[in-house]
């Protein structure tokens, strides 16, 4: 079946610019994660979703950073007033249910955002 | 101390060595614990979970130290497409995972 998907796969933008980048999880997993993975680093959590919930946002950088999820499914991650810091890989996981053991995350390819 | 640590590498070995990579990590009441393969310019995906007792999936082979508080991943055999950066992530909590930086991995020809 289709697997996690991410659009757009490359987003170029001005400083001071909004930018929306969009997930869509695997049908039927119920948790979702967004991440930042800057070059030659490991992925930084930015915020977690069970269904369209968000119970934890403390990996968002700033309040420039916000994300919603619809209908237990797409997820939307938005970044305000961009800055050269921001440009990064966004990567989005999911996965059937949110705790460990077998429970495998599936990665989308990733949003490459360049910020100019 | 960052909460999950890994030595980026890179670790260049020729074909058919074994090699083997360690991931620490400080918060001892972490119960699971993952081995992720990342290709340049590409997502993680999944390489094997890390179970208690140690587990082998044909050339690799995880482990678990919870005394010292780190796992380990071994790979024998070593083949050019073992080339890649391996993440290790922990799992904190009953939902938040926690991944190293990664270790870069090269076999040579």
């Known amino acids: 079946g289709a697997g996690v998907s991410q659009s757009p796969s490359n987003k170029v933008t001005e400083k001071g610019k909004d930018v929306e980048l969009r997930c869509d999880p695997i049908s039927g997993h119920t948790a979702l994660y967004w991440y930042r993975q800057s070059l030659g680093q490991g992925l930084e959590f930015l915020i977690y979703f069970q269904g369209n919930s968000a119970p934890d946002k403390s990996g968002l950088p700033s309040d420039r950073f916000s994300a919603e999820r619809t209908g237990g499914s797409v997820s939307t991650l938005t970044i305000q007033r961009t800055q050269q810091e921001d440009s990064a890989v966004y990567l989005c996981?999911?996965?059937?249910?949110?705790?460990?053991?077998?429970?495998?995350?599936?990665f989308g390819p990733g949003t490459r955002l360049t910020v100019l | 101390r960052k909460e999950v640590e890994q030595d980026p590498g890179p670790f260049n070995v020729p074909e058919g060595a074994t090699v083997a990579f360690n991931c620490t990590y400080s918060n001892s009441a972490s119960q699971s614990f993952f081995w992720y393969r990342q290709d340049c310019r590409k997502e993680p995906k999944l390489l094997m979970s890390?179970?208690?007792s140690g587990n082998e999936d044909g050339r690799f082979t995880a482990q678990l130290n919870r005394a010292s508080q780190y796992i380990s991943l071994l790979i024998r055999d070593s083949k050019l497409s073992d080339s890649a950066t391996y993440l290790c992530a922990v799992l904190s909590g009953t939902y938040k995972y926690i991944f190293g930086t990664g270790t870069r991995l090269k076999v040579l020809a």
């Open positions: 890390v179970y208690s």
């Open positions: 996981a999911s996965s059937l249910i949110p705790s460990g053991g077998d429970n495998e995350q599936f």
